[in-house]
Nanobody, 120 residues
Framework: QVQLVESGGGLVQAGGSLRLSCTAS????????MGWFRQAPGKLRELVAR???????NYADPVKGRFTISGDIAKNTVYLQMNSLKPEDTAVYYC??????????????WGQGTQVTVSS
């Protein structure tokens, strides 16, 4: 069983910054993609950013130019640097990972989430 643990959330004022971290643990698995989703109360979960094992990245339009995803998928780690935060960024942020385990079976794993609150 692969487990993901997020950290780094908190309360900040608009214009501030936060850095989220995610680590994966387990055995007999290989990750291909890691990323971040977020979900605000009463709203749909949405993609924030993701990175592949080849280093390719993509971002949702609302965070382009403000957020940066980085890390080393081979080492089962990913980060999300969030700058110039806005109140609309307030949400629970979830780390996600896609990979394969025993017998080549693919999986999509989610962390428990970390709360990010941006005050106006």
């Amino acid at each position: 069983q692969v487990q993901l643990v997020e950290s780094g959330g908190g309360l900040v004022q608009a214009g501030g910054s936060l850095r989220l971290s995610c680590t994966a643990s387990g055995s007999r698995f290989s990750l291909d993609t890691m990323g971040w989703f977020r979900q605000a109360p009463g709203k749909l979960r949405e993609l924030v950013a993701r990175i592949t094992s080849a280093g390719m990245t993509n971002y949702a339009d609302p965070v382009k130019g403000r957020f940066t995803i980085s890390g080393d998928i081979a080492k089962n780690t990913v980060y999300l640097q969030m700058n110039s935060l806005k109140p609309e960024d307030t949400a629970v942020y979830y780390c996600t990972a896609r990979g394969s385990g025993d017998y080549g079976i693919e999986f999509d794993q989610w962390g428990q989430g970390t709360q990010v609150t941006v005050s106006s």
